[in-house]
């Protein structure tokens, strides 16, 4: 299973980027889909997520900015981001849990992540 990030880029304080993670591979069904983001020499923290049945959360300091949303068809995870703060300047990863098989069990794999960087 491999997760392929794109979207980052430069933007503008204020501005907007949306960021998708498509998953390929051998996959029976993914569940949970989600993104995350890591400052170099810091823990990568959470900043979405979307269950196979649409729930979404959120971080708080995201929350009213940051819509996530996915395409179950595409096995594909969107993350629109809006009112972006130079703050918001890190790598962003996305992660899906994937079943492989049937009887499998679900297992955790990331994308190799995507920069995003907010001008002020």
């Known amino acids: 299973v491999q997760l392929q990030a794109s979207g980052g880029g430069l933007v503008q304080f204020g501005g907007s980027l949306r960021l998708s993670c498509a998953a390929s591979?051998?996959?029976?069904?993914?569940?949970?889909m989600g993104w995350y983001r890591q400052a170099p020499g810091e823990q990568r923290d959470f900043v979405a997520s979307?269950?196979?049945?649409?729930?979404?959360n959120y971080a708080d300091s995201v929350k009213g900015r940051f819509t996530i949303s996915r395409d179950n068809a595409k096995n594909t995870v969107y993350l629109q981001m809006n009112s972006l703060k130079p703050e918001a300047t890190t790598v962003y990863y996305c992660?899906?849990?994937?079943?492989?098989?049937?009887?499998?069990?679900?297992?955790?794999?990331w994308g190799q992540g995507t920069q995003v960087t907010v001008s002020s």
């Open positions: 992660r899906s849990t994937v079943k492989r098989t049937a009887w499998g069990s679900p297992s955790y794999y």
């Open positions: 591979g051998f996959i029976f069904s993914i569940n949970d």
């Open positions: 979307i269950s196979s049945g649409g729930i979404t």
